[in-house]
């Protein structure tokens, strides 16, 4: 049987991972020179918010504390590895390479929701929501990889 515990932990690994997004195409619009590419950016690191937000409801509502901080990332994550590759690939600023890096980082953000989703003892009402953020997921990395093609 899973507990509240556990429960908490996959949900702040979803934090994390909107934080390590987040942090992903704040350094995307720096690096990047394309404005279309800022707005689309922009949009992305308010959506994570959202689902930071959304995330961290469900946490307090089964009494455990979530990871507030923007920084905080999560060092083990699939994503954050994904995030920093981007980072360091973010050095040549032109779109396509920009484009390739961000989709790479959003492959790994529907996968992470995607193991989530596959835990059998989250509750419903929780699975539910996270479901809906991972369509949403599933829709950014669509755009942006067509975009890169």
Not at 6 to 16: H, P, S
Not at 23 to 43: T, V
Not at 110 to 124: F, G, L, S
């Amino acid at each position: 049987m899973i507990t509240n515990k556990e429960i908490v932990d996959d949900l702040n690994d979803l934090v994390k991972i909107n934080n390590d997004r987040m942090q992903g195409y704040e350094k995307a619009i720096e690096d990047n020179e394309d404005p279309q590419l800022d707005d689309l950016f922009r949009h992305y690191v308010i959506q994570s918010q959202n689902f930071r937000s959304q995330l961290a409801e469900h946490i307090v509502r089964i009494d455990g504390l979530a990871v507030s901080d923007v920084t905080s990332t999560d060092t083990t994550s699939k994503l954050h590895r994904a995030w920093i590759d981007i980072k360091s690939a973010l050095t040549g600023k032109d779109r396509d390479s920009v484009l390739s890096s961000v989709e790479f980082g959003e492959s790994a953000a529907v996968e992470a929701y995607e193991d989530a989703i596959e835990n059998d003892k989250i509750p419903a009402y929780i699975k539910e929501d996270l479901e809906k953020q991972l369509t949403e997921l599933k829709v950014s990395h669509a755009k942006i990889k067509s975009m890169a093609a």
